[in-house]
């Protein structure tokens, strides 16, 4: 894809923003707004990789990997380079693995308006510092992704969501081989199961699960405990007003329900030196945290 | 193992010898830090840590062994205290001179970090010394019905900081992920001696990802201390299969006809010829030394899932051509399998006693022509070659078999590992896919990257290392070393 465009937008010296579809947080007020080329490049099945313009929408890419039997491992909405900049993976990171794993080369536009590249295009790669794992979760903060090269996956021949009430749902994690997703809810586990449909059924079976509709509503703040700690930290929260992934240490409810953990600040100073690093003037997405 | 080279290196960050002698200040530092007999400096020890197992040789000034991450961060800035470089060792097993000290370094040796620290069975991950060897980790979970992922070939005797240093795969990374996608977080010593945790249990923290950036920085960041592994559940079914193939060719689409169904295998491993016949004479498994290629293709998973896949893949086999197909019928039967495929390196010295094993991945679509052409190139320049690779994933491992007393044969091994490496980029692939960047490869990098690329690269290195002296001039070629070969060691090939 020829980012020559998108990197002359980009430019060199003022304060930019960049906004895809706007689902994920979008631009950054009062500055000037980019947005990045859309289109898939190529799908190549046989490799499981696909390349498109980071403005791609995710549903569009989907869409167009359904129809060879595949999909990209990044949550639904929004656009590709959305999704990668924010780097939250959906419920579904226990089986499928995290989004920021999904991204195999990158070629964004750097704070001198540069065209970068990061990684490379097959689904092994240790030629060299893994930029890439820096830009997913970046939030646009040390470049703006032009075009990505991802990894795909193969669809499972059969999904099935599956429910059942329990008070202890650490015991059924532990009896469940290879889930894709385990929520609890307070009340409930919500299992999500993948593969040959008689492997799924007895999967099911055996751990006394029953089939359901879907996983519950997800309330709208996403917080990061140690998985360990789920159980304990939701033991305080009422039922219905949580959502906690299994296995993963998340655990979506209330903004204010679990207090936020505080940044190291050893950790903090290491991330300064990034930012320093790759946009020293502050230019890239001006006031966003990473 | 490998052709070891007697010459020895050019230094290129000059210690000072009243700096590294056994009665210098380092050494008498870290001797007051440490203790007596966990800092080294005879010359017989310092010998025995000049290299990894790549086939270049460095010096080390001193060797040092802590035992906690305070004595990691005692001699860490004990080193940049005297403007001393260190590198951080594990197994040594390192193929791309990632563990070469240079110039007189500080070797910090973790191999008595050994510890498993704690497993959660449930939530199934373990913090881990770096010192721990990968296979050690597998076998002390296995009572739980888990193990770590990532299964590189030299698993017995590799350690997993070495694993992360170099974010090392294994013939299961195909459908497992390589070892970024199992490590959580890390304790790591900064080279400047503050000690931060990358990374986290669960969760997607804000900020950063530094743990992803940290993995595979070849020891350029900083040394992990304490590491956080995701462990993976067992198979409920293991099926092993072996095809052969009149021509590579026919096995490599096998390869890719396998994927586009929509079957991603535990397992895809593919060896040539000539690596069959040094394996079958090393093993005895039976296997069918006159067949041009060996396709072994593992499946794993539920119960009708694999037997739905091994049907499938059979078939698959069998349009392509495959003149006979073996399914182990026993874990004995698996199990010498494997150990076939991963004892291979071992078997080929009862061809040549030398060997160098290269490593560099293209897209599948391109194995049969990449493969052709190091056919060609190594008998261009008169070299036997033998193929064992990750065909899954298009990691080719040609291994160039000679013999070091041959007058002239060094020279012709490094020219034709260099011209392999060039057409697995042109080809649309990449320099290393599993043994990193390290010496080896550290000035074939503008093959791969423009200088806005590798500087942005140096961006996220200088972030971490402030100092500079975490095992420096390794990975990024210095814009004017670029093209000079003499600081180098012997051994390389650029």
Same mark, same amino acid.
């Given at each position: 894809m020829d980012l020559t465009a998108f990197a002359a937008e980009v430019a060199t010296d003022d304060p930019v923003t960049i906004a895809g579809l706007g689902t994920r947080g979008g631009a950054v007020a009062g500055v000037r707004c980019v947005s990045a080329p859309r289109g898939i490049e190529w799908i190549q099945a046989d490799e499981m990789t696909v390349s498109c313009g980071a403005g791609t929408p995710v549903d569009e890419l989907s869409a167009a990997l359904a129809a060879v039997g595949q999909r990209a491992v990044l949550p639904a909405g929004g656009t590709v380079g959305g999704a990668l900049a924010v780097g939250r993976s959906g419920i579904r990171r226990l089986g499928d693995g995290a989004v920021r794993d999904v991204l195999l080369q990158a070629r964004y536009v750097g704070a001198d308006g540069v065209v970068v590249k990061a990684g490379g295009p097959t689904v092994k790669n240790v030629s060299g510092f893994d930029v890439c794992r820096l830009l997913v979760g970046s939030h646009g903060t040390i470049g703006f992704l032009g075009d990505v090269i991802l990894r795909t996956r193969p669809i499972a021949p059969h999904a099935a969501w599956f429910a059942a009430p329990t008070d202890d749902p650490m015991a059924v994690f532990a009896a469940v081989h290879r889930p894709v997703s385990v929520l609890w809810d307070g009340t409930h586990v919500h299992v999500l199961l993948e593969g040959h449909h008689l492997d799924v059924v007895e999967r099911a079976m055996r751990t006394g699960l029953v089939e359901s509709d879907g996983p519950p509503p997800l309330p709208a703040a996403r917080h990061s405990v140690r998985p360990a700690d789920v159980v304990r930290v939701t033991a305080g929260l009422r039922s219905g007003t949580f959502v906690a992934e299994l296995g993963m240490g998340v655990v979506h409810a209330a903004p204010d329900a679990i207090p936020p953990t505080a940044v190291d600040p050893g950790v903090a100073a290491i991330a300064r030196r990034v930012k320093d690093g790759f946009d020293p003037t502050g230019r890239l997405n001006p006031g966003r945290a990473a | 193992m490998t052709a070891a080279s007697a010459t020895p290196a050019t230094p290129t960050h000059p210690v000072s010898g009243a700096l590294t002698a056994a009665d210098g200040p380092v050494a008498a530092a870290l001797r007051s830090a440490l203790s007596d007999d966990r800092v080294r400096t005879t010359a017989t020890e310092? *010998?025995?840590?000049? %290299?990894?197992?790549?086939n270049i040789e460095g010096s080390a000034g001193i060797v040092c062994f802590p035992t906690s991450t305070a004595e990691v961060r005692a001699a860490v800035r004990i080193a940049v205290d005297h403007g001393m470089p260190f590198v951080a060792r594990g197994s040594g097993t390192g193929l791309a001179g990632g563990a070469t000290p240079l110039g007189g370094a500080l070797v910090i040796t973790l191999t008595k970090m050994n510890r498993i620290l704690s497993v959660d069975p449930v939530n199934r991950l373990a913090w881990v010394e770096p010192g721990v060897l990968n296979l050690d980790l597998t076998r002390a979970v296995a009572v739980h019905g888990l193990h770590f992922a990532p299964d590189p070939s030299s698993q017995q005797s590799c350690s997993i900081g070495g694993n992360l240093a170099n974010n090392s795969g294994g013939p299961h990374c195909l459908a497992d992920g390589v070892t970024s996608a199992h490590v959580l977080a890390a304790?790591?010593?900064?080279?400047?001696?503050?000690?931060?945790?990358?990374?986290?249990?669960?969760?997607?923290t804000d900020g950063y990802d530094l743990r992803?950036?940290? =993995? *595979?920085?070849? *020891?350029?960041?900083?040394?992990?201390? %304490?590491?956080? =592994? %995701?462990?993976?559940?067992?198979?409920?079914?293991?099926?092993?299969?072996?095809?052969?193939?009149d021509t590579v060719e026919a096995g490599a689409q096998t390869v890719s006809a396998i994927i586009a169904a929509g079957m991603?295998?535990?397992?895809?491993?593919?060896?040539?010829?000539?690596?069959?016949?040094?394996?079958?004479?090393?093993?005895?498994?039976?296997?069918? =030394?006159?067949?041009?290629?060996?396709?072994?293709v593992e499946v794993a998973g539920p119960v009708h899932g694999v037997a739905d896949e091994v049907e499938r893949i059979v078939a698959i086999a069998r349009e392509h051509a495959c003149r006979t197909v073996r399914v182990a019928q026993d874990e004995a039967e698996r199990a010498l399998i494997w150990k076939g495929r991963k004892t291979a390196f071992g078997a080929v010295a009862r061809i040549k006693p030398n060997y160098y094993l290269h490593d560099t991945v293209v897209p599948r679509r391109a194995l049969p022509d990449v493969l052709r052409q190091v056919y060609e190139i190594a008998d261009r320049h008169g070299i036997l070659v033998m193929n064992v690779f990750h065909a899954g994933d298009g990691n080719l491992h040609p291994l160039l078999v000679f013999d070091k007393r041959e007058p002239g044969v060094l020279e012709r091994v490094h020219a034709a590992g260099e011209e392999i490496v060039r057409v697995s980029v042109a080809a649309g692939g990449v320099l290393s896919g599993e043994h990193g960047i390290g010496l080896e490869k550290r000035d074939l990098m503008p093959l791969m990257f423009a200088p806005a690329d590798l500087a942005a690269q140096a961006a996220l290195r200088a972030a971490f290392d402030t100092t500079g002296l975490a095992n420096p001039t390794k990975v990024l070629p210095s814009p004017s070393s670029c093209g000079d070969s003499h600081e180098v060691p012997e051994g390389a090939w650029i």
């Open positions: - | 310092l *010998g025995l840590y000049r %290299r990894d197992a790549s304790e790591v010593v900064m080279p400047d001696g503050d000690v931060v945790v990358l990374g986290s249990e669960g969760g997607e992803g950036a940290f =993995v *595979g920085s070849e *020891g350029m960041c900083g040394i992990a201390t %304490r590491i956080c =592994v %995701r462990l993976t559940q067992n198979p409920p079914d293991v099926r092993t299969m072996l095809f052969d193939f991603v295998p535990a397992a895809l491993e593919m060896m040539d010829q000539l690596c069959v016949q040094a394996v079958e004479a090393y093993i005895h498994a039976g296997l069918p =030394v006159d067949a041009a290629a060996l396709l072994l």
